[in-house]
């Protein structure tokens, strides 16, 4: 079991930029993939994006070219860099292992 714990969450202005933490419990590096969620009012949780072992990356096309996942194997840590955010990306985001979920982080976009 791998736990993992979501940071980094807020509030910025449309076309901001957050990085959102995801710290696993245990390694990372032998996982087959690690994943982020996320889930806006009203709406059923939606995948945003993969990392896969190897460091291979699967987005969803809602947010191709603007968020770059990315671990840091050492620090048994993931992130999302999400880049020119707009306001239906506001959601509270989750990070998943292939055996747990966190407890999510909100994001809030907004003028």
């Known amino acids: 079991q791998v736990d993992v714990v979501e940071s980094g969450g807020g509030s910025v202005q449309p076309g901001g930029s957050l990085r959102l933490s995801c710290a696993a419990s245990?390694?990372?590096?032998?996982?087959?993939?690690m994943a982020w969620y996320r889930q806006a009012p009203g709406k059923d949780r939606e995948w945003v994006a993969d990392?896969?072992?190897?460091?291979?990356?699967r987005y969803a096309n809602a947010v191709r070219g603007r968020f770059t996942i990315s671990g840091d194997n050492a620090k048994n840590t993931v992130y999302l860099q999400m880049n020119d955010l707009k306001p239906e990306d506001t959601a509270v985001y989750y990070c998943k292992s292939p055996s747990a979920w966190g407890q999510g982080t909100q994001v809030t976009v907004s003028s």
């Open positions: 990392l896969l072992r190897g460091g291979g990356t």
């Open positions: 245990g390694s990372i590096s032998s996982l087959s993939v």
